[in-house]
């Protein structure tokens, strides 16, 4: 069966310090994958989604970066993070049909 | 882009009662899912739900693609009904999930 690993789940991080964030998938072979946001109390927004290796959309202009160096691995970075980079951060992967999330990461940039 | 709306935006039901959720999209969609996130932040998939009725226990839910809504509906709730429910769906033509606005449920006991 299919799984996906998300980790750190909690991240304090001082502002300026640069990020790295990864998620894999297990069981499953050229999966799109996402990175979603969501800031405390609202709802989640797409950052990145991926349909292939190297192949990256960024919807949102901002101060984060996504790559994808294997076809079951995604990474979240940033070179210096700003305080409204905080939020809980949400993997996913799909096969074109029902997406699965992984368990999130909680960032507070201080 | 698609838009994804959600209604209502808030809901309080004492313990049993029932209730019903509401996703309005804008464009036509290729998939269409509900989720429940719990306290924790966990996103639990309820439903993949692109048309059609599906119904797993308590919950069921209906998508009506032609005229782009689909409903949520719980029956009986409980106190571990709480939380927000999202739909979130794939317009056609993208490989992007958008997520609604949510309804954040709280059922008392």
């Known amino acids: 069966s299919q799984t996906i690993h998300q980790w750190p789940a909690t991240l304090v991080q001082p502002v300026g310090s640069p990020l790295s964030l990864e998620c894999t998938v297990e069981?499953?072979?050229?999966?799109?994958l996402y990175w979603y946001r969501q800031a405390a109390g609202r709802g989640l927004q797409l950052l990145f989604y991926?349909?292939?290796?190297?192949?990256i959309s960024s919807e949102v202009p901002q101060n984060l970066s996504a790559s994808r160096p294997q076809d079951r691995q995604f990474i979240l970075s940033s070179k210096k993070l700003l305080l409204s980079d905080s939020g809980f951060y949400l993997c996913?992967?799909?096969?074109?049909?029902?997406?699965?999330f992984g368990q999130g990461t909680r960032l507070t940039v201080v | 882009g698609i838009q994804v709306e959600q209604s209502p935006p808030d809901l309080i039901l004492q313990e049993g009662a029932n209730s019903t959720l509401r996703c309005n999209f804008s464009?036509?969609?290729?998939?269409l899912q509900w989720f429940h996130q719990n306290p924790w932040g966990q996103l639990i998939n309820l439903f993949y739900?692109?048309?059609g009725t599906k119904q797993n226990g308590r919950l069921s839910a209906t998508t009506v693609a032609t005229e782009r809504y689909s409903l949520l509906y719980i029956s009986s709730s409980q106190t571990t009904d709480s939380g927000v429910y999202f739909c979130?769906?794939?317009?056609?033509?993208?490989?992007?999930?958008?997520f609604g606005t949510g309804t954040r449920l709280k059922v008392l006991a």
């Open positions: 996913a992967w799909s096969d074109n049909t029902e997406a699965f």
């Open positions: 069981g499953t072979s050229n999966p799109n």
């Open positions: 991926s349909v292939g290796i190297g192949q």
């Open positions: 464009d036509s969609v290729n998939n």
């Open positions: 739900i692109p048309s």
């Open positions: 979130a769906v794939e317009a056609s033509g993208t490989y992007k999930y958008i």
